[in-house]
């Protein structure tokens, strides 16, 4: 159930939206490739006053079996865009977006697709498509982002744009920071976090002159709560501060964490940058159910204290904002993959309303414009 009023929600942006013939692929990989999936997407306004959408594109090979094999691609520095072979009877297909390695004592996979960004420069409710910049795509120039670059997340903070993205490779799980100052030309400033970092979101401004940022450390393996516990055992938001948005202190005390009771509570994660609004620092962030190998993913949110990000003052973890929606995806179903998945990335303000950006399935990018009162502390 969602009872959130709505303004707006569409489909904004396909996989045959993307014009392959500009891949960073081509040129060093003669194999055919097509999207996976053009998803999720962060969100920024520019100083024109339109959106920007940073775009993942995830591509993949149209032919991934070889004789006995499944073929995952990568990228290296010497041999730019190139494929690994892995013997059928070595992995786990099951899952449609990795491979997993059996021959290990610990988890190891390998991707079915490399992702690489394209920023989509849209009007300013978000409604339309105004520009694709094929000429400032982002795609992989360091070894940790050999199996490419994932799901970036923007916020504006003193005036300049900061993107945050994820980057997986054989050396670690890492979390990337870029800079600009226009909203569309980025400049790379390497590794911020390689704890194995997934999801992690800058705060929109400073706060008494420290910056905060949400994160969300993935392990190996996780320890038990007690049985008296509210709180179920697995991956979480956390909270860390910085001086200078390169060195990261993570908070001593847990943060948002999956509650016992909910019932999306395999694991949450951050979904935008949290945002200052009168009652506080909103965040919206995901929360996953168990169902078969990829889960059921939704949309909840948060309020947090505007002048100490660690006092948390509403959680809405039952009724979600957002949840997979099939009559979005009608027109685009024979290219499901997965299903049941809604990822929101990015917001920007509109007025009174909020624009949330969100991949939809694995899939495309989906627009939804709802009013922002709706998410204060007295209507809740």
């Not at 993205?165 to 990337?176: K, L, V, W």
């Not at 992690?200 to 706060?207: A, H, Q, V």
């Not at 979904?271 to 993913?297: D, R």
Request: aromatic residues 10%; proline residues 6%.
């Amino acid at each position: 159930m969602i009872n959130c009023p709505v303004i707006n929600d569409q489909l904004i942006f396909k996989p045959d939206d993307v014009d392959l013939s500009y891949s960073p692929m081509r040129g060093s990989l003669e194999l055919r490739t097509y999207v996976l999936g053009a998803f999720n997407p962060g969100l920024c306004r520019l100083p024109n006053g339109n959106l920007l959408m940073m775009v993942r594109v995830a591509e993949a090979l149209v032919d991934p079996f070889k004789g006995g094999h499944v073929l995952s691609l990568k990228w290296n520095p010497e041999k730019k865009y190139m494929v690994d072979e892995w013997p059928l009877e070595e992995v786990d297909v099951r899952d449609p977006r990795k491979i997993k390695i059996l021959n290990y004592d610990f988890p190891v996979y390998a991707l079915t697709s490399l992702s690489w960004l394209l920023p989509v420069e849209l009007n300013k409710d978000g409604s339309e498509v105004q520009h694709i910049y094929y000429d400032k795509i982002i795609s992989p120039q360091l070894s940790s982002q050999e199996f490419g670059i994932e799901d970036p997340r923007i916020s504006k903070i003193d005036n300049r744009y900061y993107m945050t993205t994820c980057c997986a490779s054989g050396e670690r799980h890492s979390t990337m920071l870029y800079v600009s100052d226009n909203g569309l030309d980025y400049k790379n400033l390497g590794v911020i976090l390689d704890h194995q970092n997934k999801d992690m979101l800058l705060f929109e401004g400073s706060i008494n002159s420290i910056y905060f940022a949400l994160t969300r450390p993935l392990g190996e393996c996780y320890f038990a709560t007690s049985k008296e516990s509210d709180w179920h055992p697995g991956a979480a938001i956390h909270l860390a501060s910085s001086p200078d948005l390169l060195h990261w202190k993570p908070a001593d005390g847990a943060f948002l964490r999956a509650r016992r009771s909910a019932s999306s509570n395999v694991k949450t994660g951050g979904g935008t940058p949290p945002i200052l609004t009168p009652s506080g620092w909103l965040m919206f962030y995901h929360g996953v159910e168990k169902h078969g190998e990829v889960g059921i993913y939704r949309t909840f949110w948060a309020l947090l204290d505007a002048h100490d990000p660690t006092k948390v003052l509403k959680v809405e973890d039952e009724i979600p904002i957002l949840q997979a929606n099939a009559r979005l995806t009608e027109i685009i179903h024979h290219q499901l993959y997965v299903e049941n998945v809604v990822f929101t990335t990015g917001i920007a303000h509109y007025g009174d309303d909020l624009i949330l950006a969100s991949g939809e399935s694995d899939l495309a990018c989906r627009i939804t414009r709802v009013p922002q009162n709706y998410f204060a502390l007295h209507s809740a």
